[in-house]
């Protein structure tokens, strides 16, 4: 019953390089989103999707790009990492956008030396 | 825009004690409004969730929450306490037709014996 997966869990990236970010889902959901959770702001949208091969802006997608080519997986990447992208990454997918529940992966620590 | 403010970061109540976590939101349109926790080093599970219908609306582990347009409120309460409550907790919110879901910063609860 794996639910919403991320890899990796851990990560350590010096200023300036790249690294991707996967998300898979095995419930057969449509959307799907990448979240950044910072100490006193929550959580803050960063991109979603609401279908296969096709991405969105949300709050704060600058510096981060997305790729959904299957249904299944969300990446989410970082092509000139910053000390500001400093962070937890939530993944979360739903059934049929926000009505719905968002099922969340259980995070992935990025730090930006 | 929509927001969702949350008044307290930390809150602490003794185990047996009633809980009350205190949520406003701003929305320009009916919200869709959300409760979910968070336990450490784990991804966020919902709580509860109000769209449309009855004001009072119960979700799991014994905790409701009820929506007071008037006050622009989804107060999330507890009768009695249980150690096991102790977790990050967040109110969202969101709309028909929207694809962007907006999180409060979070209150910590605590429950000490």
């Known amino acids: 019953n794996a639910g919403v997966t991320q890899t990796p869990k851990f990560r350590v990236l010096k200023t300036g390089q790249s690294m991707t970010l996967l998300c898979a889902q095995d419930?057969?959901?449509?959307?799907m989103y990448w979240y950044r959770q910072d100490p006193g702001m929550g959580l803050r949208l960063i991109h979603y999707s609401v279908g296969e091969g096709t991405t969105a802006k949300g709050e704060v997608p600058d510096g981060y790009n997305v790729s959904r080519l299957k249904k299944q997986n969300f990446l989410l990447g970082l092509e000139s990492a910053a000390p500001s992208q400093t962070s937890v990454y939530f993944c979360a997918s739903s059934l049929e956008g926000y009505l719905r529940e968002l099922f969340f992966g259980e995070g992935s620590r990025l730090t930006v030396l | 825009a929509q927001s969702v403010t949350q008044l307290g970061s930390h809150v602490s109540v003794s185990e047996g004690a009633l809980v009350l976590l205190r949520c406003n939101y701003s929305s320009s349109v009916p919200p869709y409004l959300f409760w979910y926790v968070q336990y450490p080093n784990q991804g966020l599970q919902l709580l509860l969730k109000?769209?449309?219908?009855?004001?009072l609306v119960k979700g799991i582990n014994g905790f409701e929450a009820e929506f007071k347009k008037s006050e622009t409120s989804f107060h999330l309460t507890k009768p009695s306490a249980h150690m096991s409550d102790a977790a990050e907790y967040f109110c969202?919110?969101?709309?028909?037709?929207?694809?962007?879901?907006?999180f409060g910063a979070g209150t910590r609860l605590t429950v000490k014996p």
């Open positions: 109000y769209t449309t219908g009855a004001t």
């Open positions: 969202a919110v969101s709309s028909p037709n929207n694809n962007d879901m907006r």
């Open positions: 419930m057969n959901h449509e959307y």
